[in-house]
């Protein structure tokens, strides 16, 4: 900056402090923000016109240079994330991804050319070239029936010795172990259970479940930032991350997860319909059917076969059920009972009147009787013989 007389009028001096001058142009100098602390007096004598006459301007230099270090720090949080599996989930998650900036590529054994290229998705078929575009991060997202094949398929050589595999599947221990046999030491694991689908979080994520354990990471900063800019996705979109292990996941999965889908497939083989006489709780049955069948049937095979918990949990169901059966029958029975011995002296005190009466009450009898039989592998004896005493009375 310089000064100008503004004629033979009023005047304006600018007189610069320690900010160095290069002939007519003021220069930074390297001196960055230290100009502006020693910002130049400006004395305005008399009246009149101001006329300044810029030819550096030192403030711009600090935004400009904070703008270009935060794109370029932006720039390095992007991920570049490889999905093996771009059926149902993997595209739900595609999509998600995109949304948050990061570069996405997939393959899959159906060629899904048209849903990538909807979603700006390089897509591939071919394992060594989907490896060679070294992918910060691989997500697995198969089918836990075809998991073993589709990890000894992948060329693991062809990627950074540094690249991050997660695993997403519905089931933790056995993935974590197949893992574990399979990957090169070199490769970091993240095993991870977004406890959502394509259904149940198809608006938000908010508040719903994300499981994960860092099996195998690297100690340098650059893989432990990966993990977090990775896990940074679900944390951002509102989800409840837990941190726990594979086993204690299976566990507790095993009493939750698999059992909502079983009873959400006994439910759907009932042909459960909507009705306008519908309950609050029948409605929510009804959904309960549509978010689990809606699942293939693979993934519910998944979770029984795969976690060793899910045969004890089914086997707490049958006998559950059995248990309140029993109970609903027994105190038929009961009641049953108690109007046949009532029958009994109103049939001797009313023959004619009661013969209707009696015979519906030994046809309720015998249904409780049946299931005595066939619940404990014995006839009731007091009860076969006070049918038998109805049934002559009857005739």
């Not at 602390?37 to 305005?44: F, G, I, N, P, Y």
């Not at 690297?218 to 292990?245: A, H, W």
């Not at 909507?274 to 095979?301: E, R």
């Not at 949990?313 to 109007?339: I, W, Y």
Request: net charge negative; aromatic share 8%; charged share 25%.
């Amino acid at each position: 900056m310089r000064s100008l007389e503004a004629g033979p009028g009023p005047s304006a001096v600018l007189h610069p402090h320690p900010c160095q001058w290069s002939g007519r142009v003021l220069v930074a100098g390297g001196m960055g923000r230290r100009c502006l602390r020693h910002r130049a007096r400006l004395r305005v004598e008399g009246r009149g016109r101001l006329g300044l006459e810029v030819f550096a301007l030192d403030a711009a230099l600090p935004f400009d240079y904070e703008s270009r270090m935060q794109e370029q720090l932006s720039q390095q949080r992007k991920l570049k994330i490889g999905i093996v599996g771009f059926g149902k989930f993997g595209q739900f998650l595609a999509k998600r991804l995109v949304q948050h900036g990061h570069q996405v590529l997939a393959i899959s054994r159906t060629p899904y050319f048209d849903e990538a290229a909807k979603l700006g998705i390089q897509f591939f078929t071919d394992a060594d070239d989907f490896c060679e575009c070294h992918p910060d991060v691989v997500v697995v997202s198969t089918s836990i029936i075809s998991l073993e094949s589709v990890l000894l398929s992948l060329p693991f050589q062809r990627l950074k010795r540094s690249t991050l595999v997660v695993d997403v599947l519905s089931v933790k221990v056995f993935p974590k172990q197949l893992f574990l046999r399979t990957l090169p030491p070199e490769l970091d694991l993240l095993c991870t259970h977004p406890m959502f689908g394509p259904d149940s979080g198809q608006g938000t994520w908010e508040g719903l479940n994300f499981m994960f354990e860092r099996v195998r990471i690297g100690d340098s900063p650059e893989r432990q930032q990966r993990v977090q800019e990775f896990l940074k996705i679900f944390e951002v979109e509102g989800c409840n991350m837990i941190e726990m292990t594979c086993e204690e996941h299976d566990k507790k999965a095993a009493s939750t997860q698999f059992i909502t889908h079983t009873v959400g497939r006994v439910l759907g083989a009932m042909d459960l319909e909507s009705t306008n006489l519908d309950t609050k709780g029948y409605q929510s049955l009804v959904n309960l059917v549509n978010n689990t069948t809606n699942d293939s049937f693979d993934l519910y095979y998944g979770l029984f076969m795969y976690n060793q918990n899910a045969t004890e949990e089914l086997d707490r169901l049958e006998r559950a059920f059995q248990d309140v059966k029993t109970q609903l029958f027994d105190q038929l029975h009961g009641v049953l009972r108690e109007q046949l011995f009532h029958l009994g002296d109103e049939v001797a005190q009313e023959p004619a009147n009661t013969q209707t009466g009696a015979s519906l009450s030994a046809g309720r009898f015998e249904a409780a009787r049946r299931h005595s039989e066939n619940s404990n592998g014995h006839v009731d004896r007091e009860g076969e013989a006070s049918k038998s005493s109805v049934e002559g009375t009857s005739t």
